[in-house]
């Protein structure tokens, strides 16, 4: 998909309410590792994938996000986690976008 670069993929299962998300392909180790998703809510899914990904080795985790939905100010799930995003990039699809991006972590970007 992106040339000269490895795909990792991660996936989620349900099981009844319990979310468990796997590396399911590729090799995160020793790998600074973009998130990229087209929607986000309330970000538990791709805090739990970069967890895996850290857990399998990741050096770093960034994310790359077209619609940063948010709703009831969710983004504050990414603050004071145990999950450190090195950079988080949104676009201003969502007309609020800029509002969160204003916010902690303070690596957040709209592009």
Same mark, same amino acid.
């Given at each position: 998909?992106?040339?000269? $670069?490895?795909?990792?993929?991660?996936?989620?299962?349900?099981? !009844?309410?319990?979310?468990?998300?796997?590396?399911?392909?590729?090799?995160?180790?020793? @790998?600074?590792?973009?998130?990229?998703?087209?929607?986000?809510?309330? !970000?538990?899914?791709?805090? #739990?994938?970069?967890?895996?990904?850290?857990?399998?080795?990741?050096?770093?985790?960034?994310?790359?996000?077209? #619609?940063?939905? $948010?709703?009831?100010?969710?983004? @504050? /799930? $990414?603050?004071? /986690?145990?999950? @450190?995003?090195? /950079? $988080?990039?949104?676009?201003?699809?969502?007309? #609020?976008?800029?509002?969160?991006?204003? /916010?902690?972590?303070?690596?957040?970007?709209?592009?």
């Amino acid at each position: 998909m992106f040339e000269g $670069f490895e795909t990792i993929t991660c996936a989620k299962i349900r099981d !009844g309410k319990k979310r468990i998300v796997k590396v399911k392909d590729g090799d995160p180790a020793g @790998k600074n590792v973009i998130i990229v998703d087209d929607l986000i809510q309330t !970000g538990g899914t791709m805090i #739990h994938c970069a967890q895996a990904l850290l857990e399998k080795g990741a050096t770093s985790i960034s994310a790359y996000v077209t #619609h940063a939905v $948010f709703p009831n100010d969710s983004w @504050k /799930n $990414f603050v004071d /986690n145990d999950v @450190k995003f090195q /950079n $988080f990039w949104i676009t201003d699809s969502i007309p #609020h976008a800029k509002q969160i991006a204003e /916010n902690k972590p303070d690596r957040k970007s709209v592009v």
